[in-house]
């Protein structure tokens, strides 16, 4: 395929490329119009695809673009565009940013925290349950098509070779033996009826690789790894992790199971399980955690009208990071809907190439963006070692009203305070000029 980096497709012009598969090559794009970023997926044709090979990689290719443009969802990369432009066959999305996956936290050295896997598969749920009842069966669920934003939230990508089961849309489907082979409903292995079930097997199976760090299914070859996807049960996860909760064990294994039948009959019934799950998990992790975090935002004085109760519920609603010096917790310019308080160290505030505030302990800040969903003005970075918490707007959601009010008072103390020493430092400024 010629080299597309610094072309234009219509509006878009291709910026460079970020990844490539068996369908086409994706781009970071540019929307000249509207001046945003997109990801620009363009078909990839073979020379040495037959006419019938190419024909139906033509029609999985468009019928990506008419899946996903069934689908409106916060956790669905959306689709934004579809063109053709000479002999070039193009899809314009949803651009995420960092394309980091699901994929990067299935190795036993880099797992994710119960909550916060329990939080993403249960997000994919939702976005999968929303599809189906579309008639939209993506068929090829894996950790590589799970995309995480900046903000930690899961998308739902790569619907290439996603069956429609709709009664208004006429074409035919392409079907067959499709999908990644590690993550293959038995159904689909064998030629079976392909459903939302099938999607939920494979979803089974990135949970057990996200909590075990290794395949429930591996072997040396597709098919050895076909045989035990159809014949033979995976290894209990307790006895590769005993510290999964025994409730998390069960999701699991009727996720996996052999039959359709036998697996939920929903993604919204098994959204329900995960939801209790992950309620379950909050409550034991606020007692694991003990008070040594309570007593950490206790002593800092942006909590200082925040009861216990209240606290405890940040607790559970935040992320714990710790940065290194120089490394940078904010961009300016980019988008974000979290907000950060510092527990340790300090912080840089930069506008541009200037230095215009330093943050220590107990300071907030990305409030704005948080409030009202526009870009940062201006870019944090690490003065040394610093340790903050990060809250999302959807995870503050889901404390009490009264933690709710709590924020908001604690935002305009803050907002206060930045606007009197705005004041103070015009006035300063005037009176040095007479």
């Known amino acids: 395929m010629r080299e597309l980096e610094n072309k234009t497709l219509g509006k878009y012009e291709l910026v460079r490329e970020i990844g490539a598969g068996s369908m086409g090559t994706v781009y970071l794009g540019r929307d000249l119009f509207a001046h945003v970023d997109v990801a620009v997926k363009v078909a990839t044709p073979r020379e040495a695809d037959n006419e019938r090979t190419a024909r139906r990689r033509h029609k999985l290719f468009f019928n990506e673009a008419r899946a996903a443009g069934l689908l409106r969802h916060p956790n669905i990369v959306a689709t934004i565009d579809v063109g053709v432009e000479e002999d070039l066959s193009y899809i314009v999305m949803e651009y995420v940013p960092g394309a980091q996956t699901l994929g990067d936290y299935c190795v036993e050295n880099n797992l994710l925290p119960f909550e916060q896997v329990v939080e993403h598969i249960l997000r994919c749920a939702i976005a999968l349950d929303y599809a189906h009842h579309r008639g939209v069966v993506h068929r090829d669920i894996k950790p590589r098509n799970i995309l995480l934003t900046q903000e930690r939230e899961a998308k739902i990508a790569d619907f290439g070779i996603a069956l429609i089961t709709r009664q208004d849309v006429e074409e035919t489907q392409v079907i067959g033996r499709l999908g990644s082979p590690r993550y293959m409903a038995p159904e689909q292995i064998t030629g079976g009826e392909t459903t939302g079930q099938s999607d939920l097997f494979s979803l089974g199976v990135v949970l057990y690789e996200l909590l075990s760090g290794v395949s429930p299914f591996m072997a040396s070859n ?213």
């Open 222 to 434: 597709v098919g050895e790894i076909a045989r035990n996807i159809l014949r033979n049960p995976q290894r209990p996860l307790r006895e590769l992790r005993p510290d999964v909760p025994s409730a998390l064990g069960h999701i699991v294994d009727r996720m996996l199971k052999k039959h359709p039948a036998g697996r939920y009959r929903t993604a919204m019934d098994l959204a329900g399980d995960l939801s209790l799950v992950y309620d379950d998990i909050q409550a034991t992790g606020t007692t694991r955690i003990g008070l040594g975090r309570i007593e950490q935002l206790q002593g800092l004085s942006f909590f200082a009208d925040f009861e216990e109760l209240e606290v405890r519920e940040v607790v559970n609603a935040s992320e714990w990071l710790d940065f290194a010096p120089g490394e940078e917790i904010i961009v300016e310019g980019e988008l974000g809907d979290a907000f950060y308080v510092v527990v340790d160290g300090e912080v840089t505030v930069r506008r541009g190439a200037s230095e215009v505030d330093a943050l220590g302990r107990g300071a907030s800040f990305g409030e704005i963006g948080f409030i009202i969903r526009r870009a940062r003005t201006a870019s944090i970075t690490a003065s040394g070692p610093v340790k903050v918490i990060k809250v999302n707007a959807n995870l503050i959601e889901r404390t009490s009203v009264s933690c709710q009010l709590r924020f908001q008072k604690a935002f305009l103390r803050t907002m206060a305070e930045r606007l009197a020493a705005a004041m103070d430092f015009i006035a300063d400024k005037s009176e040095g000029s007479d």
